[in-house]
């Protein structure tokens, strides 16, 4: 199992459980199987998000989200492009939350 409790999901150097995750697929992976709830919890920076999707794969890993039962594929340009928008759609979300937080702290000053 790999946690990153409070732990922003724009960071990934400095996420633990996500750097043990990506070094334990050298040489082999142990796991045959990753799952996740969906796949912001793997981080919601859609370029990294997508690298670290393929590095994954490639490894022989099989990506599932418990969210849909779905298993996220890159075998066609569908996949990748669903992959990309979901990325974003993460990326966005992760954006305005932090809008929202900066907003009510500058408020509080006024």
Same mark, same amino acid.
Request: hydrophobic share 45%; proline share 4%; charged share 25%.
């Given at each position: 199992?790999?946690?990153?409790d ?11 459980g #996500? ?10 992976a +142990?796991? *045959? ?5 969906? !796949? @912001? ?13 393929q ?9 599932? #989200? ?10 066609? +340009?569908? *996949? ?5 928008? !979901? @990325? ?7 954006v ?6 900066a907003?009510r ?6």
């Open positions: 199992m790999f946690i990153d409070g732990v922003s999901g724009a960071e990934f150097a400095r996420r633990p #996500f750097v043990q995750l990506m070094a334990s697929l050298k040489p082999r +142990p796991f *045959d199987v990753l799952i996740m709830y969906d !796949e @912001s919890r793997l981080g919601r920076e859609q370029i990294e998000v997508g690298y670290a999707l590095q994954i794969v490639t490894a022989g890993v099989q990506v599932w #989200f418990s969210k849909d039962a779905q298993q996220r594929l890159l075998h066609t +340009p569908t *996949d990748k492009i669903m992959l990309s928008l !979901e @990325s974003f759609a993460s990326e966005v979300q992760r305005a939350a932090a809008e929202r937080v907003m702290c500058f408020a509080r000053l006024d």
